[in-house]
Nanobody, 120 residues
Framework: QVQLVESGGGLVQAGGSLRLSCTAS????????MGWYRRGPKTRDLVAVM??????NYADSAKGRFTISRDYAKNTVYLQMNSLKPEDTGVYYC???????????????WGQGTQVTVSS
């Protein structure tokens, strides 16, 4: 079993900050990519992702306001969200590509989502 648990969402005024946290637990051999997606009209859209080599990719809408980081020892990924805008409002999902056992194919796993609401 693999579980991703997010925290840190909430209500904040425009211009404020939040830090999202996601920890993977269960049977885990290794984690490759780990990051954050936001629910869109039809799919989940990339917000930020970090590989196990610490390469990063950000959505254009992040505009340098968000910073993703990882604590590999704790199987945890963070998203520091600064200068938040009402347009950032949404449900943010943690994502991780995880191999549960050695030699197993890595698979994608999702958290339950955490609500971020930015008021104006």
């Amino acid at each position: 079993q693999v579980q991703l648990v997010e925290s840190g969402g909430g209500l904040v005024q425009a211009g404020g900050s939040l830090r999202l946290s996601c920890t993977a637990s269960g049977t885990i051999f290794s984690i490759n990519d780990m990051g954050w997606y936001r629910r869109g009209p039809k799919t989940r859209d990339l917000v930020a992702v970090m590989t196990n080599g610490e390469n990063t990719n950000y959505a254009d809408s992040a505009k340098g306001r968000f910073t993703i980081s990882r604590d590999y020892a704790k199987n945890t990924v963070y998203l520091q969200m600064n200068s938040l805008k009402p347009e950032d409002t949404g449900v943010y999902y943690c994502y991780a590509e995880i191999a549960r056992y050695m030699y197993y194919q890595p698979l994608g796993y999702w958290g339950q989502g955490t609500q971020v609401t930015v008021s104006s």
